[in-house]
């Protein structure tokens, strides 16, 4: 068993972090396998050296060890685009100029009164620029989610989850994955990749076996199983756990510095502390 745990610095490690974090290494651990950690730092608009020196400063506070070196993501554009050259070389791709506002116009538009579809990413992309044949450099690439469906033979793909919520084999089917994910953005023009197509290629490499995250990514799934599909890569077991919410049900966000570690480590408390407060076993 080989599992990773994977934070973004752009933002102190908060507990629903440590939770997420403490839970596959629990379970590695117990399980005599291998606990990995990889930085997700693709936005370097938002990561910065303080957070991700945080990050390991208060993982080692609460008892966690790793191999070293550790991944990070910004090491990696070369293998990211070189998914990208394949998947364009499949004719999957295509350049796609739409900024937020041109999506929300054009889902909003036509048939008044029809509630705009929701996927994994936020509105589900109407295809404005899927054949438009754009050429902008500059432009985000987008999947052709029909066609890549399409050239796989419309398959059923399947994940298997262990988490408390959806615990199960789940299917995924080309008609869920066209109208329900829709042509998601693999290529950012700010950033040349995607968290997408990252996670995927990341969690390849590190030969990792079972994916433990939250269950906010649990649709998020679909496109990684497809993605790892068109890729010919393994497909992992997955364990969407519980979210760490605060007083009011509100999901811990990443500017939470109330529930920040640091902050609770500032006021006194012990990793046994941190583990009581969400519920795991010291
Ligand atoms: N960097 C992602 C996050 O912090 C990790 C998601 C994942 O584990 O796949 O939400």
């Not at 080692?60 to 293998?79: C, I």
């Not at 994940?159 to 084999?169: C, L, M, N, R």
């Not at 510095?257 to 046994?272: F, L, S, V």
Request: with cysteine.
């Amino acid at each position: 068993m080989r599992t990773r745990f994977a934070p973004s610095p752009t933002g102190p490690l908060h507990l629903g972090h440590a939770y997420s974090a403490m839970l596959a290494y629990d379970m590695t651990t117990k399980a005599g396998g291998e606990f990995l950690l990889r930085i997700e730092d693709i936005d370097q608009s938002r990561a910065r050296p303080k957070w991700e020196a945080q990050i390991y400063d208060n993982l080692h506070w609460l008892g966690l060890e790793w191999p070293e070196p550790v991944m990070r993501q910004s090491d990696r554009m070369p293998a990211y685009h070189n998914a990208l050259a394949k998947l364009e070389g499949m004719g999957l791709l295509y350049r796609c100029t739409c900024k937020r506002r041109d999506i929300e116009t054009a889902v909003s538009a036509p048939q008044e009164g029809v509630e705009p579809a929701y996927g994994p990413d936020g509105l589900i992309y109407p295809g404005t620029c899927r054949n438009a044949g754009h050429r902008d450099r500059n432009a985000a690439l987008r999947l052709n989610m029909a066609k890549a469906c399409d050239m796989l033979g419309n398959p059923v793909l399947e994940f298997s989850e262990t988490g408390p919520a959806h615990k199960g084999i789940h299917r995924i089917t080309p008609d869920g994955l066209i109208h329900r994910v829709g042509d998601i953005v693999l290529a950012r023009r700010d950033m040349g990749t995607s968290y997408h197509l990252s996670v995927v290629l990341d969690d390849a490499a590190q030969k990792i076996t079972n994916v433990i995250r939250g269950e906010d990514l649990f649709n998020a799934t679909k496109i990684h199983v497809l993605l790892q599909t068109l890729l010919g890569l393994p497909t992992p077991t997955y364990h969407h756990h519980r979210l760490i919410r605060d007083n009011t049900g509100k999901r811990l966000a990443k500017r939470d510095d109330a529930r920040a570690i640091a902050k609770y480590r500032g006021d006194g408390a012990c990793p046994a502390d941190i583990r009581k407060m969400v519920s795991l076993q010291a």
